[in-house]
T-cell receptor
């Protein structure tokens, strides 16, 4: 079946602009996670949803970052007033939930802020 | 704070030369130790989950083991197609009453297998 998909795959934006990154999880997966991965590093947790509820947003770096999953499926990570330090690979993952801990990752969105 | 440390950072092996990758973790109440493979330009690909010390899992040339402080990924007779970055991640106790399934990742070991 189809895996986790993310769009766009690449995004170049100017400092100060807002960006929205989209994640479409594996069908039937109730849990969804956002991570940020710097070059040469492992993914770093940002936020987690169970169905439409945002259960943990402890990894969001500041209030310019927000995420939503209004219908419990597709999720959007929004970064307002982007800064150059926001440049990174943003990865989404999903899992079945209900105690299944295996997370399956999407291809990521490469964000470059100029 | 949960921490995961992987070593070595990079490893070059000749084809057929077996070796092991190390993952040391400091996690409050381990709820799972995960291994992923990541190819350049792609997302991490799930390999194994280990839950308790003494547990082992195998897949083709890979075997993952777990102790109370470390996990090892053993690679037997590797082939060039095993070249990738291998990531280790740990999940600890839930945060707050709502629960969280966030993973704490190490920086990875970049494995190169030379024909």
């Amino acid at each position: 079946g189809a895996g986790v998909s993310q769009s766009p795959r690449y995004k170049v934006t100017k400092r100060g602009q807002d960006v929205a990154l989209r994640c479409d999880p594996i069908s039937g997966h109730v849990s969804l996670y956002w991570y940020r991965q710097a070059l040469g590093q492992g993914p770093e947790f940002l936020t987690y949803f169970n169905y439409e509820a945002q259960q943990d947003k402890s990894g969001l770096p500041n209030d310019r970052f927000s995420a939503e999953r209004p219908e419990g499926s597709i999720s959007t990570l929004t970064i307002q007033r982007t800064e150059q330090r926001d440049s990174a690979m943003y990865r989404c993952a999903s899992s079945l939930g209900d105690g299944s801990y295996e997370q399956y990752f999407g291809p990521g969105t490469r964000l470059t802020v100029t | 704070e949960d921490q995961v440390t992987q070593s070595p950072e990079a490893l070059r092996l000749q084809e057929g030369e077996s070796s092991s990758l190390n993952c040391s973790y400091t996690v409050s109440g381990l709820r799972g130790l995960f291994w992923y493979r990541q190819d350049p330009g792609k997302g991490p690909e799930f390999l194994f989950t280990l839950y308790s010390a003494g547990e082992e899992k195998e897949k083709e040339r890979l075997k993952a083991t777990l102790t109370k402080k470390e996990s090892f990924l053993h690679i037997t007779a590797p082939k060039p197609e095993d070249s990738a970055t291998y990531l280790c991640a740990a999940r600890g106790l839930e945060y707050s009453g709502a629960g969280s399934y966030q993973l704490t990742f190490g920086k990875g070991t970049k494995l190169s297998v030379i024909p």
